[in-house]
């Protein structure tokens, strides 16, 4: 069975940095993977996924995020954050052989300081 | 396009009392439907999904139920809360079951 680690819980960060959340998963098959942003009190919003193709991955607000297979990783980035990005940020993965549900990382806190 | 409600927004609730929470989709046929609950600092646990009416899955054993009476509609139950069931519980749906899925806003329940 897949399982996804996020390897921190908050990250602070200065506006107008560079900002980095880790996620790595673990599966013996093929994979999709997906970051979600969740704000305050409200549900799992859908940031961008992997499901085949080039491994670089971006959203319409300037995330992106690389598939790496030999690390079994697929970070999230952004390389100047803004005080609307403080939110909590989900990694999930799920499995292509397998009509599994998404299995979520424990989220990521990220908190962009003025 | 498609859209999801989830109700209420949050509920308080004494300890041993029922619960029902409910969601529906709009603009979609066959979804599958999912509950999470999401406790702080421990992510999403996935507690039940239904790929048809009926079929229910259950991923945690506790004191909770699912229903889906209708196609669109998915409903999370309890007959006698326990404190420990305090959370924010989002329900999702899905085309597929292993690509993106789409969530609610989630009903934020306080057991007192």
């Known amino acids: 069975a897949q399982s996804v680690t996020q390897l921190d819980s908050q990250v602070p960060v200065f506006e107008e940095a560079p900002v980095e959340l880790r996620c790595n998963y673990s599966s013996s098959v093929s994979v999709y993977l997906f970051w979600y942003v969740q704000y305050p009190n409200q549900g799992l919003q859908l940031l961008l996924k992997y499901l085949s193709g080039s491994t670089l991955v971006e959203s319409i607000n300037g995330f992106e995020a690389e598939f790496n297979k030999s690390q079994t990783s697929f970070h999230l980035r952004k390389p100047s954050v803004h005080i609307s990005d403080t939110a909590e940020y989900f990694c999930a993965v799920s499995e292509m052989r397998e009509n599994t549900p998404l299995v979520f990382g424990k989220g990521t806190r990220l908190s962009v300081i003025a | 396009s498609q859209t999801i409600h989830q109700w209420p927004a949050t509920l308080v609730q004494p300890v041993g009392s029922p619960l029902s929470l409910e969601c529906t989709v709009e603009?979609?046929?066959?979804?599958?439907l999912y509950w999470y609950r999401q406790a702080a600092g421990r992510g999403l646990q996935l507690l039940f999904y239904s790929v048809g009416i009926g079929q229910i899955s259950s991923e945690v054993p506790q004191n909770l139920s699912a229903s889906r009476p209708q196609d669109r509609q998915f409903i999370l139950s309890s007959k006698k809360l326990l404190l420990s069931d305090s959370g924010f519980y989002l329900c999702a749906w899905s085309v597929n079951m292993n690509t993106e899925a789409f969530f609610g806003q989630g009903t934020r329940l306080t057991v007192v």
């Open positions: 603009g979609t046929s066959n979804p599958n």
